[in-house]
């Protein structure tokens, strides 16, 4: 990725002049002007060209048997309930048509076939039931995220450290005491999101579903801290949806640089921490004051759950929920949201000041919503809804998300 991404963000408010793309209005509220494409060169349209020719059709699980060939500790991760060694002759084949018929979201009538062992109906359900569990997806992904590392075109992309979390939204249409109401997304129905992360070499590291439409900065820290497997992120990169001040202090405070998009940029404060300090033109949007004696006062405890949350002994999602009570945050999550604000300020410096930056944090999302846009389209079973009621590892992070 390109080098802004690891300098220090933000520049000097003091010396900051408006250009033809970022402008102050008579209010002192910012407005940078929507991004524009930049154009394909001939080159890159006839390579794309050229790769989609010498693509194969192919079945979904002719790719995940394939897959297993190459990674021998992938379908290995796939381990009994009872913990012995398997002794299920075409075990691959089983597990392929299991993940098959639940990447589909089709069931397993589909992908059952009478008359081969490794198909059968019951020899699926019961692959179904002793394999496929919630540890043994996370498992199975490790080693293809080290596989995908090695792949030159992977690096060229982009070193692995920068990644993007957001969700999807789905129904779910048959009673369930997890799923939570949502007009906007689920009209009269109840659904749940997923909420995932992706790193800048396309790869999905690690997932959550939560119920409803909570704020996503109330998981995003949950699905940074139980990845899969890789390198984790140095910079995650967020929609409005995940924006708070409370989360950038979090997030910061654990060593990460917080880059969510700001589509309300008019709407958004900067923060001073000098009560007479001369920002020119952006004094009217640094109308917020940083008290840095809250935050120190309340130093030791902020330590305190930075490395609870750091060294796994608390969700960062339940921490979140006792700093804030009633939508209003408790003295230590003001303090939490105080520290926050100084680095948000810095990102909405760096967002107005840098188009490239800008362009980054475009280019991740863009790649997280092609990521949703295939899997919207692979699974179509159902109209893309949820119709089993309860899954092994879900249970824990939908009863705790709340009916936000």
């Known amino acids: 990725m390109p080098g802004c991404w690891t300098r220090p963000t ?16 008579d209010d002192g509220k910012l407005h940078v002007a929507s991004l524009k494409a930049i154009p394909e060169p001939p080159s890159l349209i006839d390579l794309r060209k ?29 381990t009994s309930i009872s913990g012995g060694r398997a002794r299920l002759a075409d075990l691959d084949v089983s597990i392929a048509a299991c993940l098959t018929a639940q990447a589909l979201n089709i069931g397993y009538t589909p992908v059952a076939t009478r008359g ?11 692959v179904n039931q002793t394999y496929l569990r919630s540890e043994t997806f996370s498992a199975a992904n490790a080693p293809l995220i080290a596989k ?17 979390v957001d969700g999807m939204r789905f129904v779910v249409p048959i009673p369930s005491l997890f ?16 909420l995932n992360m992706i790193n800048d070499q396309a790869f999905g590291l690690g997932a959550r579903v939560v119920s409803g439409t909570p704020k996503d900065s ?9 990845q899969d497997d890789g390198r984790r992120p140095a910079v995650i990169v967020g929609d409005t949806g995940s924006y708070s001040d409370l989360a950038f202090g979090l997030v910061q405070l ?21 009560a007479d300090a001369d920002y020119g033109q952006l004094n009217t949007a640094a109308r917020g004051r940083v008290d840095l004696a809250k935050v120190r006062r309340h130093w030791p405890d902020i330590l305190r759950v930075v490395g609870s949350i750091y060294t796994g002994a ?91």
């Open 10 to 25: 933000g520049t000097s408010a003091a010396g900051w002049r408006p250009t033809p793309s970022v402008t102050v209005d």
């Open 50 to 78: 050229r790769v989609q020719a010498m693509l194969p059709c192919v079945d979904l699980p002719e790719v995940l048997l394939e897959v297993m060939g190459w990674v021998p500790g992938f379908v290995a991760a796939f």
């Open 116 to 126: 081969i062992e490794a198909l059968e109906a019951a020899r699926l359900s019961h």
């Open 148 to 164: 995908q590392a090695e792949i030159p075109f992977a690096r060229a992309l982009g070193g692995g450290l920068v990644a993007a």
């Open 179 to 194: 799923a939570r109401p949502n007009g906007k997304y689920f009209g009269r129905k109840r659904g749940v999101t997923w």
């Open 218 to 226: 109330l998981h995003m820290v949950d699905v940074l801290f139980s």
């Open 254 to 274: 654990l060593g990460i640089a917080y880059r969510p998009a700001l589509a309300d940029l008019p709407d958004q404060r900067l923060w001073r921490i000098q």
């Open 314 to 404: 608390v969700r960062a999602s339940d921490i979140t929920r006792v700093l804030q009570r009633d939508g209003h945050p408790t003295p230590l999550g003001d303090a939490i949201a105080g520290y926050g604000r100084i680095y948000k300020s810095l990102h909405v410096l760096a967002v107005v000041d840098d188009e490239q930056y800008r362009r980054d944090i475009k280019a991740i999302r863009n790649l997280q919503e092609g990521r949703h846009a295939l899997a919207g389209r692979i699974f179509h079973g159902k109209k893309g809804e949820l119709h089993q009621g309860y899954h092994k590892g879900w249970r824990t992070s939908w009863a705790r998300s709340g009916s936000s």
